[in-house]
C-alpha cells in the first residue's frame, strides 16, 4: 500500500446524464452529481463534501430527496441496479439502505420519489420491463410493483402527492396515470386517453390537481387524472389583450386532446416544472423560467420571467441562452430557484429580490463556476502562480485558481481544444486546436493570439521546466520551438504511430515520449538524437512520465499493466487488472505514482512498485481518465475526464497531513496587460470621473433645488398650520364662552326642574295615600263577603252528597233485578251460539298464528344466512389479523435481537473507543516525545549549520588572505629579478669605465654576491613557507568541503533518529582527532565539543594570518624605499657617465682621481645595500 493518500478536495463539473441533478440539502447547499460522486456544496463558504459511489458502479442515472431532506437516494447502473440512500444530516453522508428489485432483473432505474412522510420510495425502472416499484425502505421490502408502460411510451418521471402517501403519478410520452396503494397493490384509478400527447414534466399543486408540461409547450391541468382544461403560457399584457378582445369560454376536453396533433417544431418544450406556495415556476423553451402566480377561481397568471444570461466569453452569442433546462429546485425558505441544463451549467435566482424589484424580465446567475460541457482534452499548471488551465471539445479554455477555487479566465473558439500547456511563469498559454498551434497571452481579463505554428491536430504540447522552449506533437512527429525566436530548434523523428505522450526532465536535457506504435523513445533535445528506447508491439502506450530522479521512464498502455524501464530494458512491470491505465504521474517525492484508469478510477500505487497488485483504489469519474497532474508545491493532484469534470485531490499522509515539499515556491501576483487596453482603462476611469463630477454637481444642484423647493413648501405649510392654529385657538375660546354660557343656563333649568319635580312628587304622594285607603276598605269588605258565600256552598254541597248516594243505591237495586232476569233468558240461548264462534275463532287464531310463524322461520332464516356470512368473513378477517399478529410478533422479535445486537454491538464499539482512546493517548505520549528529540535535534542541526556558515566564512577570509600574499609576493619576486638585472648591468658598465679600482671592484662585487646570495636562500626559505601555507590553506579547504557534503548528508537523515546519531558520530571520528585511545563511542557530545573546539584553532591561524599581513605591508614600504635609491643611483651613474664623456682618459687624471670615483662608488654601494639587520627584519 501507498503510504501517501488522495483525498478529494474540490470538483468543478456536473453529470447531465443524471435525472433530477439538483436539489437543495438547506438554504445554502445544494447536491449535484458530479463524476462518480454526489457533492454537497455550500453556495456561501465554498466548500465541497463527496459522497462517493459503489465501486463496481457504472454510473449514477437518477437522484431523489426526501420530503424532510435528510436522506438522498443515488440510482446506480452495473450488473444489476441499485438504489442506495444516504443519511445527508451525518458528516460523511452515512449509506443507510441499499434497495434492489428482489428477483427481477433490472438494468437501471431512471426516476425516483420519496414519499411526504419519507417512509416510502417509488423507483421506476427502465426498458423492456417499465416496472415501477414501490419500497417500505427502511426494511428495503417490496410492498407492490406494477408495469407502467412499453417500450414505445418510455416514462420520463413519477411523484408522490405531497398530500397523499399513497398516491402516485406517472408520465411520459403518451403517458398520463395515476395510481393508488390498496390491499397491497398499486391499482390504476385514472385512464386518462392522452397517447397522442408527449409529457416531459409534471408536479402536485394541492388536492389531487396535476400540471403537467409537454413537447409542445403547453400546460395542461388534470383534476383526479381527468384533463380539465389549459393554462396560457402567453406573457400578462398579451393575456390581457386576449381577454379583453375575445373573453370567450373554456376550451373543450377533445379541442385540448387534438391540440396536440397539429405540433409545431419551433413550439417551446416544457422540460421542467416546479410549485411552490404562491403558485409554480415553469420552463418555457430554451433559457427561460416563467413563473406563474394563483389567481381566484384556481386560475394561474404568467407574471415574471427569468431568463439564462448570454455569455460575454463565448464566440456564439446564443449559446447560453439556447441551454435546455433540466432540472428546477427551490430551496426550502422558498428564497432561491436554482436549475441545472443540459450544457453541465449550474445558475440560481434570488426570489426575494424578484419580488422587490417589480420589472417582468430578470436574469440567472451562476451557481458556482462555469463549467465544461464536453470531454476535457488538456490539463496543465505552472511554477510561479497557482493556475490550472484546461481545454476540451467544447471549443474553450480555462484557466482556474486552486487555491481559491474560482474561474480566472475562460474564453470559447471556433475549433475544437486538443490540447494545451501553462508556461512556468503563467503568463502565457500553448493550445492545439485542429487547424493550427496558438501561443496566447494571458492578460487580466481576456486571453489573446499572439503567435500561430502550423502543427495541424496537436495532441499534446509542454513548455520545458525553464520556460525557454516547448514541445509539440503532429502525428508521429515531434517540433522543439524556442520561446524567444519561435524557431523550429528540432523535429524529433522516429515514432511510426501517434505520439500520445511526452514529458521533459527537470533539467530540460531529456525528453520522453510515447507512441500507439508500443515505443517509447528518451532524446537528448540538445542534439536531438535518441538516448534511449524500448519497443513493444503488443502495446498502445498512452501515458509516460519521468520517476521523480529522472532516472527510470513509467509508461501504461492498454496491455493493463504500469511499466518502469530503465536502460533500454522493463525494469519492473505491475501485473495486467481488468481496466487499462489512461494516464500516470509520479509525486515529486518518490514515493508514490497515480494513475487513472478507463473506467474513471485513481490509483496510488506505492514506489518502488510492487511485484503484485496492491495499490489504494479512489472512485472519482464515470469516464476514462484523459490528464493528470501534480502541482509544482505537492499539495494537489489534479485529473480530468471524458466526463467533463475536473477533480482537485488533497495529498496527504496516512496521518492526515499534507506533504512537505522540497521546492520553496512562491507564488506571484503579476498579470499581463496591453498598452490600449491600459489606455482604454485609464480613459473610462478619466471619463467615469468626469461623469461622476459631473453627477455629483448635477445630484447637488438637484439637492440644492429640492432644498429650496421644500424649504418654500415647509415656509408654505407653518404659515399654513400657524394660520390654522391661531383659527383654531380663537374657535376653540368662543366655544369655552359658549360652553360656559350653556353650563349657567343649565343650572338654572335644572333648579327649577328640580323645584317642579319635587312638588308633584308631594301631590302624588298624597293622592296615592287617600286611594289606598279607599281601596283597603273595599278589599275588607269583599274578604266579608267570599266568607260567607263559601259557608252557603259547603252546606249546599253536602245535601247534594247525601241526595245523590241515596239515587245511586236505588237505582242499583233495580237495575241487578232487571239484569238477573235478563241473565237467565240468555243463557239457554246462547250457549251453543257462543261455542261455535268460538271454535271458528280458535281455527281463525291457529291460521294467524302459522302464518306469523312461517313469516318469522324465514326472517330469520334470512338473518341467520347473513349472520352466517359476516361469520365466514369474520374468521377470515381474524386469520388475517392473525397472521399480521404473528407476522408483527416476528418482527417485534427481530426488533428486539436487533437492540440486543445493537447493544453487544455497542458495548463492543464502546470498549473499542476506549481502546482507541487510550491508544491515541499513547500516541499522542509518543507524538510529543517525538516532538521535542525533533526539537533537539532542530535545535543540534541549526547550530551545525551556524558552524557551518562560520567555517565558509573563515575559508572566504583564508582564500582572499592566500590571494592577497600571492599578489604581494609576485611583485616582490619582479623587483628581485629587476635588481639582479640592474646589478649586472652596474658591474658590466663598472668593470668596462673603471679599470684601475679593480681591487674595489672585486672587494664590491665579493660584498654583492654574499648579499645576494643571501637574498636568495631567503627568497627560497619564503616561497618554502609560502608554498606550506598554500598547502595548509588547501588541506584546510578540501578539509571544510568534505565536512560541508558529510553535513549536507546527515541533515536528509532528519527524520530517521538511528541514521542521524550514526551519520554524526561518523562526522565526529572522521574530523575530530582522538586522544590517548578513546572510541567514537562518545557520540554526538564529543562531535559538538570538538566544533566547540575547532573555532579556537582557526582563530589561531587567524591571527598568524593577521601579523603576516601586517610584515607584508612593512616589506612594500621597504620595497619602496629600496625603489627610491635605485632611482638615485641611476641618476648618479647617469652623472659619472657624463664626466666620463667630458674628460679625456689621461694617465694623470686616472692616478688623481681615482680616490675620488672610489669614495663615490664605495657611498653609492653603502647607500644602496641595506644592513643585515634589516634584511633579517624583513624576511623575518
Not at 75 to 84: L, P
Not at 410 to 417: G, H, I, L, S, V
Not at 578 to 593: D, I, L, P, Q, Y
Request: charged share 25%.
Amino acid at each position: 500500500m501507498a503510504t501517501v493518500v488522495a483525498q478529494p478536495h474540490f470538483i468543478f463539473g456536473l453529470r447531465t446524464d443524471v435525472s433530477n441533478n439538483l436539489c437543495f440539502f438547506d438554504e445554502q447547499t445544494v447536491v449535484f452529481p458530479s463524476g462518480n460522486n454526489c457533492v454537497c456544496y455550500n453556495t456561501v463558504q465554498r466548500t465541497q463534501r463527496f459522497i462517493q459511489g459503489s465501486e463496481k458502479s457504472q454510473g449514477m442515472r437518477a437522484l431523489a430527496i426526501s420530503a424532510n431532506r435528510r436522506y438522498l437516494a443515488v440510482s446506480e447502473c452495473g450488473g444489476r441496479a441499485t438504489i442506495t440512500v444516504f443519511d445527508l444530516q451525518h458528516e460523511q453522508g452515512r449509506k443507510r439502505k441499499v434497495l434492489t428489485a428482489a428477483d427481477t432483473p433490472v438494468q437501471e432505474f431512471v426516476c425516483m420519489a420519496f414519499s411526504p412522510d419519507s417512509k416510502y420510495l417509488i423507483g421506476q425502472t427502465g426498458g423492456p420491463e417499465w416496472m415501477l416499484i414501490f419500497w417500505l425502505w427502511e426494511k428495503q421490502k417490496v410492498l407492490a410493483t406494477v408495469k407502467t408502460t412499453n417500450s414505445n411510451n418510455p416514462v420520463i418521471q413519477v411523484s408522490f402527492n405531497p398530500y397523499n402517501n399513497t398516491q402516485l403519478c406517472v408520465c411520459g410520452t403518451g403517458v398520463f396515470k395515476l395510481f393508488r396503494y390498496t390491499e397491497g397493490a398499486l391499482k390504476q384509478s385514472s385512464f386518462a386517453k392522452v397517447e397522442s400527447i408527449n409529457f416531459l414534466c409534471h408536479t402536485w399543486m394541492k388536492g389531487e390537481r396535476v400540471i403537467a408540461g409537454t413537447d409542445t409547450g403547453r400546460l395542461l391541468v388534470f383534476e383526479s387524472g381527468d384533463l380539465r382544461r389549459e393554462i396560457s403560457t402567453a406573457s400578462k399584457a398579451m393575456q390581457e389583450q386576449f381577454d379583453r378582445s375575445e373573453g370567450g369560454p373554456l376550451p373543450s376536453y377533445d379541442s385540448i386532446k387534438d391540440a396536440d396533433t397539429d405540433k409545431d417544431p419551433n413550439a417551446p418544450r416544457i422540460t421542467a416544472i416546479l410549485s411552490y406556495s404562491k403558485g409554480f415556476a415553469s420552463s418555457l423553451g430554451s433559457g427561460t423560467v416563467c413563473l406563474f402566480e394563483k389567481q381566484e377561481e384556481d386560475n394561474y397568471r404568467r407574471i415574471r420571467e427569468i431568463r439564462i444570461p448570454s455569455d460575454p466569453y463565448s464566440s456564439e452569442l446564443s449559446l447560453a441562452e439556447s441551454q435546455k433546462i433540466d432540472t428546477m429546485c427551490i430551496s426550502p425558505a422558498e428564497e432561491t430557484l436554482a436549475i441545472s441544463t443540459d450544457r453541465g451549467q449550474l445558475y440560481s435566482c434570488s426570489l426575494s429580490s424578484l419580488e422587490m424589484n417589480k420589472e417582468a424580465h430578470a436574469h440567472f446567475e451562476f451557481l458556482s463556476q462555469s463549467f465544461h460541457s464536453k470531454s476535457i482534452t488538456g490539463l496543465s499548471v505552472c511554477i510561479q502562480k497557482p493556475l490550472i488551465a484546461t481545454c476540451s471539445l467544447d471549443h474553450s479554455v480555462r484557466i482556474w485558481n486552486y487555491e481559491t477555487k474560482v474561474l480566472e479566465l475562460y474564453k470559447e473558439f471556433q475549433e475544437e481544444a486538443y490540447s494545451i500547456a501553462l508556461h512556468p511563469t503563467g503568463l502565457f498559454i500553448l493550445v492545439g486546436f485542429s487547424d493550427k498551434l496558438r501561443l496566447m497571452n494571458l492578460l487580466i481579463d481576456d486571453i489573446r493570439t499572439f503567435k500561430e505554428f502550423t502543427v495541424r491536430g496537436c495532441r499534446d504540447c509542454a513548455f520545458s521546466h525553464g520556460g525557454h522552449m516547448f514541445a509539440a506533437v503532429n502525428g508521429n512527429v515531434i517540433h522543439i520551438y524556442s520561446v524567444t525566436s519561435f524557431e523550429n530548434i528540432l523535429s524529433l523523428k522516429g515514432h511510426n504511430g501517434k505520439v500520445r505522450g511526452i514529458e521533459w526532465s527537470l533539467d530540460d536535457s531529456r525528453l520522453v515520449s510515447c507512441g500507439m506504435e508500443g515505443a517509447v523513445y528518451e532524446w537528448n533535445t540538445q542534439s536531438g538524437k535518441r538516448v534511449s528506447e524500448s519497443v513493444l508491439n503488443s502495446c498502445s502506450y498512452t501515458d509516460v512520465a519521468f520517476s521523480s530522479d529522472c532516472k527510470s521512464i513509467l509508461a501504461v498502455g492498454t496491455d493493463l499493466t504500469l511499466k518502469e524501464i530503465q536502460d533500454c530494458q522493463v525494469l519492473r512491470e505491475i501485473p495486467p487488472d481488468e481496466e487499462a491505465h489512461t494516464v500516470v504521474a509520479v509525486s515529486h517525492s518518490g514515493r508514490v505514482v497515480f494513475t487513472g484508469t478507463s473506467s474513471g478510477t485513481i490509483r496510488a500505487i506505492k514506489y518502488p512498485l510492487p511485484l503484485q497488485k496492491d495499490w489504494i483504489m479512489y472512485q472519482a469519474h464515470c469516464g476514462p481518465v484523459t490528464k493528470m497532474v501534480i502541482t509544482f508545491d505537492h499539495q494537489f493532484l489534479l485529473t480530468v475526464s471524458a466526463d467533463g469534470c475536473l477533480l482537485m485531490w488533497k495529498i496527504i499522509d496516512k496521518e492526515g497531513r499534507g506533504l512537505m515539499s522540497n521546492r520553496q515556491i512562491i507564488h506571484t501576483e503579476e498579470i499581463l496587460v496591453t498598452k490600449s487596453d491600459l489606455e482604454e482603462k485609464t480613459q473610462n476611469m478619466l471619463e467615469l470621473k468626469m461623469r461622476l463630477e459631473e453627477l455629483q454637481m448635477e445630484n447637488e444642484y438637484q439637492l440644492r433645488l429640492k432644498d429650496m423647493n421644500y424649504n418654500e413648501k415647509m415656509k408654505e405649510l407653518s404659515d399654513k398650520f400657524t394660520q390654522q392654529i391661531e383659527s383654531l385657538k380663537s374657535h376653540q375660546q368662543a366655544m369655552k364662552t359658549e360652553i360656559e354660557k350653556q353650563e349657567c343656563e343649565h343650572q338654572k333649568s335644572s333648579a327649577e326642574v328640580t323645584l317642579n319635580h319635587s312638588k308633584e312628587l308631594k301631590d302624588l304622594e298624597l293622592s296615592c295615600s287617600q286611594k289606598l285607603m279607599v281601596e283597603h276598605e273595599r278589599y275588607q269588605d269583599l274578604q266579608r263577603k267570599y266568607e260567607r258565600m263559601q259557608e252557603d256552598y259547603e252546606m249546599q254541597l253536602k245535601a247534594a252528597e247525601e241526595s245523590r248516594v241515596q239515587g245511586l243505591k236505588e237505582q242499583t237495586q233495580l237495575y241487578e233485578a232487571r239484569l238477573q232476569e235478563k241473565t237467565q233468558l240468555l243463557a239457554q240461548e246462547d250457549a251453543q251460539q257462543q261455542i261455535c264462534d268460538f271454535k271458528e275463532i280458535i281455527k281463525q287464531v291457529e291460521q294467524d298464528e302459522e302464518r306469523k310463524i312461517h313469516d318469522i322461520q324465514i326472517k330469520y332464516e334470512k338473518k341467520l344466512h347473513t349472520e352466517k356470512e359476516t361469520n365466514t368473513n369474520l374468521k377470515g378477517e381474524t386469520s388475517i389479523m392473525t397472521q399480521k399478529f404473528y407476522s408483527l410478533q416476528r418482527q417485534i422479535d427481530d426488533r428486539c435481537t436487533d437492540i440486543s445486537k445493537l447493544k453487544q454491538e455497542r458495548q463492543r464499539l464502546l470498549g473499542l473507543i476506549r481502546s482507541l482512546e487510550s491508544d491515541i493517548e499513547d500516541l499522542k505520549r509518543q507524538i510529543s516525545g517525538h516532538e521535542k528529540t525533533n526539537q533537539d535535534k532542530d535545535k543540534t542541526i541549526s547550530s551545525l549549520k551556524k558552524k557551518n556558515q562560520e567555517l565558509e566564512k573563515l575559508r572566504f577570509v583564508l582564500d582572499f588572505q592566500l590571494n592577497e600574499l600571492k599578489k604581494q609576493t609576485e611583485p616582490q619576486q619582479d623587483d628581485i629579478n629587476e635588481k639582479k638585472e640592474r646589478i649586472q648591468k652596474v658591474s658590466v658598465y663598472l668593470r668596462g669605465y673603471i679599470p684601475f679600482s679593480l681591487k674595489i671592484k672585486r672587494l664590491c662585487n665579493t660584498q654583492l654576491r654574499l648579499t645576494v646570495s643571501d637574498l636568495r636562500l631567503k627568497v627560497k626559505a619564503r616561497n618554502k613557507e609560502v608554498h606550506k601555507e598554500m598547502q595548509k590553506v588547501k588541506d584546510l579547504e578540501t578539509h571544510l568541503q568534505r565536512l560541508k557534503s558529510d553535513l549536507h548528508n546527515c541533515v536528509g537523515f532528519i527524520q530517521e533518529p538511528m541514521k542521524l546519531r550514526d551519520s554524526v558520530q561518523m562526522i565526529y571520528s572522521r574530523y575530530v582527532p582522538q586522544a590517548n585511545g578513546v572510541s567514537g563511542a562518545c557520540g554526538v557530545a564529543d562531535a559538538e565539543s570538538s566544533l566547540h573546539q575547532q573555532p579556537l584553532a582557526v582563530s589561531v591561524l587567524y591571527e598568524e594570518n593577521v601579523t603576516l599581513i601586517s610584515e607584508i605591508n612593512e616589506l612594500r614600504k621597504e620595497l619602496l624605499s629600496e625603489r627610491t635609491r635605485v632611482k638615485e643611483y641611476k641618476a648618479q651613474l647617469a652623472t659619472i657617465k657624463k664626466s666620463n664623456k667630458s674628460r679625456p682618459n689621461s694617465q694623470d687624471g686616472a692616478r688623481k682621481e681615482p680616490n675620488h670615483e672610489q669614495s663615490e662608488v664605495l657611498r653609492i654601494f653603502s647607500l644602496k645595500q641595506p644592513s643585515q639587520q634589516q634584511v633579517d627584519a624583513n624576511f623575518t
